[in-house]
């Protein structure tokens, strides 16, 4: 900000009325929100530096000093112990099971939900049929019903199907959770988009799944990044589905986490405890990282509409 | 309509067939898991189902004795405390976050990727790290005692009085950043000329975004309640993992006593029972929405 | 008679809303009609209705004499222009123009005929490479023309094609617009409310008001003997004036009067014979009222005065009416100055007071 | 064969004792699939049970014998044992035979029993009542007493740990040793309402209250974590079932040195014999089924009772295996057994259901000081009179 | 001399971009000026400058003498009417317009006569307890100007408050505007890109291109006299002709060549002494153009006609070039008729082909 030098020198004379200056960096509007931000994310990140901190003691230091202590002697052990040689029950491979695990359903579960989630929102939005709204409603509602409730009527399906216990029985699971969350937000998006695309397609002779995937879906990046976010972290999250319809071998990296923290031997192992917690977490962290600024971009493009 | 017209007319049903057939998953879960899974729970919460569901009736007896436990109530205290206090917090920090999130700060990436971050992880973790800050002999409890203030008390997991309010940190903690999201991408939304049009009336920020803003972004607050509200409803894991509903039953929620009861106490019509009242509930919620949202629109 | 498009019976509702009710027309063939109306009128639903976008909900539609009624759009033989353009944002020009005749399997080699020729034909040529994104909105409409015109359609259907446009750049396209039609002569139905595009563009114009058409009728009839007040005041900018008065006799001569005004009938041509005592309404269009001229005339003040460069638009109050007279560019009057003005009588219309029907 | 094995012991000495099991079975050419669910039988046993009414079941499970699959071996989904019992003899073998009787439905032996365990426990931390300058108590009453000056010297009398089932297992042992062994049947056998309001019930509630007041700051959660209070003389004392003992010996403490151990709290020594059974589900597989049998003998096989129980800490179900090797505490146990003075546990003589409820009303009774003993009372005896 | 607004080498970058550079502008008391340029030439920009909603780089910028460049916006003592409305929706009219004075702390009374007084001006009392919603397009921009009116402010900035309404309408605020100006005498800053808004209204126009003012002049100059060729063919509608050739003698006269056709230069008048052989560029507005009149005439045919009720457009070939011309309505030309036409040299311009300034 600089004046021209004809003003500056008008000014110096007392020429010019006094007019108020032009705002610095460092301006009482400047340090209110700058200082609002910076305690808003201490207490966002507090935590996170006492899981990494933590992490990273040994237990020793963790009984002595306190949680928020930096560590005196950095050691990797916990993070090891909790990948590689935890123990629940007989198996002692730590995480390293169930991050595989984890990976096998989080993908197929990802992509099929968002897959049938997004024709379902393209078919409401664009294709709507006599009824099409009373299934969205009561799909609506459903986002609602508390999982618990659900969850014996679908042992009972999915027995009924043959598929209890299988992979693809949790993969269809996680497809139903998703799926009325996910409709909404890609209705709202397709709903969004000018119909008139949509017109045209239909005039050019393009048909359901051509307009579908030929039209609509590369148009639709911003509301994919965010289902992929909103389903990943889900999916990856979910402890009680991978844990009611799978068997063991399959269960996914938080009920090994789950086992982990509350397998306690002798005293609980915090070190190994926040590892664990960590690397199940760090997957949607990253996801979060990499592709936050979208998220925020695809939310505004379809979520908050409609 | 001439008859002649109808003859060429293609038959109701095949019409738009192929997004009826791709309609059909949505369909199936609506109707056989949604619709069907709900009815079935609220039938079966008439039996006296034990661990596994028999169609004998009882009658009422399952929701007499479920009103009659205190736990029940208890949890359903909670469920209020817990849910009115998230609304109001969520909202109120969400919303000055993103206010302050848009004032063309610097470091706008960073802030967001900081607030939004904790809603990556699973409610699990995130009770267990809230539960070991809070933690009375190594948390910040005796992080200030060992500042000198030896005085301090603040283990608020293990006290039945505010033990809620425990569980509300954690929760504001992993919940806030999307409902900062929400409002941000709402805030961005409004026309610029309306920021213009306050400040050239001479209308102070505060009062801009209390009697125009807020009022404005309206529709968008109503997404974001009902997506908080809905999150509300079925708080069940952070409660596990930072005091699996203690010290006594003092942190019990509804989501809890019916799992507890379903699979636990092996007494599934009670845990029915209690699960029709969390629909109950759900309902209460979603029907005023439901009216703002669309009957309000259809009027307007 | 074979039509190209004929469409008898219409009627379309939106839940209770009838948009269309029991509506006909018939379009020759090669010809060129717009659909002129206020905004919510029903022009867009007519328009999507031929297209097969919406369904009727009684009435049928005819295309080159075939019932298209339940017909796909695809099947129609006809081609749509939107007003937002519609392009495929995430395709090239090119894939643009292509997609439907690759949607039809059409071979190759004929495709880039054939998308080769429109880009020829409007002049797109260069920018066949580029995503819509990096076209300006001229550009963006010429492909959107195009994509018709690679279908090779009986039928072009535009959608206010033209409003998202700037001035400049709206008058050009309408003369290419125009330009097209007579070089290719296909059946065009254009939808608008700018009457300056239904005037220059028309073969006919079809006047619309909440569904039902008022007049359909030639641009010259529509502008010089419009059927009743609403085309009327609905076509002509400024609007035409409208005085509500009288008929009545003075000295043997047929005048309109009205507030002490007399402006005599000579060089009128009813439908009918004019009666002394009927009440009326005369029309006059601001072009068609001559100030300071010679002839009978009546004392009128400049109340402001708005010059266009070519034209000139006075505001004239006369005995308690405002009137809007176009002079030329070039004669300009001060606000407050008093003037003469008198009506160009052969111009003018009469509309029966009543039943706002021209007499 | 790989047989799928799940149960709930996954802590230090409980997965110890789970691996020489898995080395028996593995020793007869199959192989133990170990599918171990931490966090309790309340967070297992839902999800075992969706399992097999899911039509996913495992080969085995455990569960608490008793009632708690009842239901299931109803449903038919459960595999009949008779003929591997009779082949084994476990009639004869199993003792006391109260334990084979909660496996027997209509006649029909349908759970393997693979140890006894005992509630009725108090482990006191010598260490503990050493640093308060007191002697370590004998019984409840010296226990009661010693607690200020423990309360003194910054150590928690009594550590109860806040999972529910700790708050009701605690109150069972004092009803035990407070009321009797009569006074107990009449309760949870009987479900005398009446008698769970009489003045022999309040007594117990009382010393339910000091309990209360003495385990006030033991902010833990689980029962190892309590029992880790004790073994580190952070407590005095816990009120805890045998397999604590699994914990000391992890820890390298020795019983009569380090700990002391008070069955019956010292009062009235008799003990329960609840314990951990395996059950075998119905499944399709035929050889899964026949393999299904080898584990239930495995599992009573002398050998491996005895090495099971010793690292778990239990007793074994047999009364004709050598536990040479066992320690003062468990000989204790040994010999209360011989001498018969033992009682069912309330997991065999209570619905879950009600044992949920009792859990819920002493979970809350702990940790809500203004709750009083006869406000508990009254509600105890509500759910004594609508038990099943 | 006092000007009402005065803007001192006022400029203003977004980052890296330079918007406005260096603009100086002195707006008298009472004027109307309207700033017209294409879009993203910084018009908002500048507005928003003097509103005090952008804070420039440089400059300093006065109001009735005092020096506001750091001041709120509140206290400029302006009042701006945006293109979107902006009207506050959730409020009624009454509250929309009384809102400002509230904050304001205004005795209630006042509030109330000055929210009638405006109301009366802008013929929006029926509305008054209506949202913004409830009413047309027209009558929302009436009630945004009714926020500015309030206030009593000294200057009024416009930012194409027109834009987004139909023609109709447009052409009916217009003169109100013009009418609301003509009785409260304030300082109106109006942007827009419709030459004709500009035309009509303005006392003078500034014409911008990128950031810089190209000419600030009245409407009649900028129209018939226009600086250079962007300004020429920036105002009239269809633009004007523009031929390039050369300066040539022919028989001692001057004439203006181009591909071997002349045009007598005779009754140009310019600024400078014209040269022969000096290459130039003539602009001729199609309203200049005479067909079928006396005079030395040129043949050309009609390419294309595009009737516009009170005008008739036709599209001429001369030589190569593509000449509009308007004639009157009644005058009709069937394409390919052949025409003779010749130019009013008095109103057109020639510029220096190299400089594009008019000579
Ligand atoms: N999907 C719909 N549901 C309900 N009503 C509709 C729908 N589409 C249009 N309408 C109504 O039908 C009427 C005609 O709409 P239409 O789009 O045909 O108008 P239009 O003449 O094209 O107007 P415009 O010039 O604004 O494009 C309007 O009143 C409109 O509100
Ligand atoms: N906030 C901003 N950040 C960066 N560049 C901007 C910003 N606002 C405007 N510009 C740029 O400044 C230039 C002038 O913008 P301005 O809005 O003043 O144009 P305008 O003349 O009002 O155009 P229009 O007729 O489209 O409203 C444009 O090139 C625009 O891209
Ligand atoms: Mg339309
Ligand atoms: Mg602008």
């Not at chain 3, 070039?330 to 008198?342: E, I, Y």
Request: hydrophobic fraction near 45%; aromatic fraction near 10%; proline fraction near 4%.
């Amino acid at each position: 900000m600089k004046d021209g030098p004809a003003l500056a020198a008008a000014r110096k004379a007392g020429v010019e009325p006094a007019g108020r200056r032009p705002r610095r960096m460092l301006s009482g509007r400047n340090i209110m929100i700058y200082g609002t931000l910076f305690v808003a994310a201490v207490y966002y990140l507090l935590p996170l530096y006492v899981m990494i901190v933590t992490s990273i003691k040994g237990m020793p230091e963790i009984r002595l000093g306190n949680i928020f202590s930096p560590p005196m002697e950095i050691t990797l052990e916990p993070w090891a112990k909790a990948w590689a040689s935890a123990c629940t029950g007989l198996n002692c491979d730590g995480l390293s099971r169930g991050f595989w695990n984890s990976v096998r359903i989080t993908v197929p579960s990802t992509l099929i939900s968002i897959l049938i989630a997004s024709i379902n929102g393209y078919a409401l939005a664009n294709w709507k049929f006599k009824g099409a709204d009373v299934f969205f409603t009561i799909l609506i509602v459903g986002a609602f019903i508390p999982y618990q409730v659900m969850l014996y009527p679908i042992v009972i399906v999915l027995r009924e199907m043959g598929i209890y216990g299988t992979l693809t029985g949790l993969v269809i699971v996680h497809t139903i959770f998703g799926m009325p969350i996910l409709t909404l937000l890609f209705r709202n998006y397709f709903a969004s988009l000018p119909s008139e695309l949509f017109k045209a397609a239909r005039i050019d002779g393009a048909g359901f799944w051509q307009i579908y995937f030929r039209i609509m879906l590369p148009m639709s990046l911003p509301i994919f990044v965010v289902a992929m976010i909103l389903q990943v972290t889900g999916i990856w999250n979910d402890f009680l589905f991978g844990v009611v319809f799978t068997r063991p071998e399959y269960y996914p990296m938080t009920v090994q986490l789950n086992n982990i923290v509350n397998s306690v031997q002798g005293v609980k192992e915090y070190n190994v405890n926040m590892a664990a917690t960590l690397l199940t977490g760090a997957v949607p962290l990253i996801v979060y990282f990499v592709s936050g600024r979208l998220f925020v971009r695809g939310i505004a493009a379809g979520a908050v509409k409609g | 309509m001439t008859s002649q017209a109808d003859a060429g007319r293609p038959s109701r049903l095949l019409r738009n067939l192929s997004a009826k057939i791709a309609s059909i998953p949505m369909m199936l879960t609506a109707v056989v898991i949604f619709l069907g899974g709900t009815l079935w729970t609220v039938v079966y919460s008439f039996t006296n189902s034990k661990l596994l569901p028999r169609l004998s009736y009882v009658g009422l007896d399952q929701y007499e004795r479920l009103w009659a436990a205190p736990r029940w109530v208890v949890s359903i205290q909670n469920l209020a405390i817990y849910g009115f206090f998230t609304l109001v917090f969520s909202l109120v920090m969400g919303f000055v976050l993103a206010a302050l999130m848009d004032q063309k700060i610097r470091f706008e990436n960073t802030f967001r990727t900081i607030f939004l971050y904790p809603f990556a992880l699973s409610f699990i973790v995130t009770g267990l790290v809230w539960q070991w800050i809070l933690n009375p002999e190594f948390g910040i409890q005796s992080v200030v005692r060992s500042l000198g203030f030896t005085g301090f008390t603040f283990d608020p997991l293990y006290d039945s009085d505010i033990v809620i309010y425990g569980i509300l940190i954690a929760g504001l903690w992993q919940g806030t950043g999307l409902v900062m999201c929400l409002l941000l991408a709402g805030l961005r939304g409004i026309d610029e000329d309306i920021w213009k049009a306050a400040r050239v009336d001479g209308i102070p920020v505060w009062r801009t975004y209390l009697f125009i803003v807020i009022p404005m972004m309206r529709p968008v607050f109503i997404t974001t309640l009902v997506i908080i509200a809905s999150g509300i409803v079925r708080v069940y894991d952070l409660v596990v993992a930072q005091t699996s509903g203690g010290p006594g039953i003092a942190s019990e929620v509804p989501a809890k006593y019916v799992y507890d009861y379903m699979f636990q106490a092996q007494n599934l019509g009670q845990g029915f029972a209690a699960s029709t009242m969390m629909l109950v509930t759900v309902a209460i919620i979603i029907v005023p929405w439901a009216y703002l949202e669309f009957g309000g629109r259809r009027r307007g | 008679m074979t039509h190209s498009v004929s469409i008898k019976d219409l009627s379309l509702s939106f839940g209770a809303v009838k948009v269309l009710e029991n509506l006909n027309l018939d379009i020759g063939e090669g010809e060129f009609l717009v659909l002129l109306g206020s905004s919510g009128c029903g022009k867009s639903t007519l328009l999507n209705c031929i297209a097969g976008l919406l369904e009727p909900t009684g009435g049928r539609i005819f295309i080159k004499g075939r019932n298209v009624t339940w017909e796909e759009p695809k099947d129609r033989g006809i081609g749509m222009v939107f007003q937002s353009y519609a392009l495929y944002p995430q395709m090239t020009v090119e894939k643009n123009l292509s997609f439907g005749l690759q949607v039809a399997r059409m071979p190759k080699a004929e495709i880039d005929r054939r998308v080769g020729r429109a880009a020829e034909i409007l002049q797109i040529s260069p920018f066949l490479k580029r995503k819509p994104s990096e076209l300006s909105g001229g550009q963006r409409q010429r492909v959107a023309i195009g994509r018709a015109l690679v279908r090779d359609v009986d039928v072009f259907l535009f959608d206010e094609p033209l409003s998202n446009l700037d001035a400049k750049l709206r008058s050009e396209l309408r003369v290419e617009i125009k330009r097209l039609h007579q070089s290719l002569k296909n059946t065009m139905i254009y939808v608008t409310h700018d009457q300056i595009e239904a005037l220059t563009l028309a073969d006919r114009i079809a006047i619309m008001k909440s569904g039902v058409i008022q007049q359909l009728a030639d641009p010259n009839t529509i502008y010089n003997a419009p059927r009743n007040m609403f085309v009327a005041g609905f076509i002509g900018s400024p609007s035409m004036n409208f005085l509500h008065g009288e008929i009545a006799e003075r000295e043997g001569r047929l005048v309109f009067t009205t507030d002490g005004v007399d402006f005599p009938l000579d060089g009128y041509r009813s439908g009918e014979t004019l009666a002394a005592g009927r009440k009326v309404v005369l029309g006059v269009r601001p072009e068609h009222v001559r100030v300071n001229e010679d002839g009978e005339t009546h004392e009128a003040t400049v109340d402001i005065e708005e010059p266009m460069g070519a034209d000139n638009l006075l505001w004239l109050k006369l005995a308690g009416h405002t009137l809007s007279v176009r002079v030329g560019g070039a004669r300009r009057f001060a606000p407050g100055t008093a003037v003469r003005l008198s009506f160009d009588m052969a111009l003018a219309s009469l509309f029966d007071a009543g039943t706002e029907e021209r007499i | 064969t790989d047989l799928e094995v799940t149960h709930w012991w996954t802590s230090g000495g409980e997965a110890a004792a789970v691996a020489e099991l898995a080395k028996a079975f593995d020793a007869t050419g199959n192989k133990w699939i170990d599918g171990a669910i931490a966090g309790s039988g309340g967070t297992a046993r839902p999800i075992m049970v969706s399992r097999i009414t899911g039509g996913d079941p495992m080969a085995a499970t455990q569960f608490n014998h008793g009632r708690q699959a009842e239901e299931l071996v109803e449903a038919g989904l459960m595999r009949d044992l008779t003929d591997v019992a009779t082949r084994e003899n476990w009639k004869e073998i199993v003792k006391p035979s109260s334990l084979l009787d909660s496996c027997t439905i209509d006649g029909k032996i349908y759970c393997a029993p693979v140890n006894i365990h005992s509630w009725q426990w108090l482990w006191l931390s010598n260490a503990a009542f050493e640093k308060a300058g007191v002697a370590v108590p004998k019984n409840w009453d010296e226990f009661v007493a010693a607690a200020p000056a423990l309360e003194a010297a910054g150590i928690v009398p009594l550590a109860v740990g806040g999972q529910p089932w700790q708050a009701a297992g605690a109150f069972d042992v004092l009803m035990v040793a407070i009321a009797g062994k009569d006074t107990f049947y009449k309760v949870f056998k009987d479900k005398d309402a009446e008698a769970a309001a009489g003045p022999e019930i309040a007594k117990v509630f009382k010393a339910a209250d000091d309990a209360r007041r003495m385990s006030k700051g033991t902010n833990v959660q689980d029962w190892n974590q309590a029992t880790n209070l004790v073994i580190t003389g952070k407590a005095g004392g816990q009120i805890m079932g045998d397999w604590a003992q699994g914990e000391f010996a992890l820890a390298g403490q020795i019983a009569g040195k380090d700990y002391t151990c008070l069955p019956g709290l010292g009062v009235n020594e008799i003990i329960s014999t609840g314990g951990d059974a395996f059950y075998f589900p119905v499944l399709k597989d035929e050889e899964k089924s026949k393999v299904q049998d080898v584990l239930a003998a495995t599992l009573l096989a002398p050998e491996t009772q005895v090495a099971f129980n010793l690292k778990k800490g239990s007793l074994p179900v047999r009364g004709d295996v050598d536990l040479a090797a066992a320690n003062d505490c468990m000989k204790k146990g040994l010999e209360i057994l011989a001498a018969g003075n033992v009682i069912e546990g309330t997991d065999q003589l209570l619905s879950a259901d009600s044992q949920k409820q009792k859990e819920d009303l002493f979970s809350e009774f702990f940790a809500n000081p203004s709750m009083t003993p006869e406000d508990a009372q009254k509600r105890f005896a509500d759910i004594i009179a609508s038990a099943d």
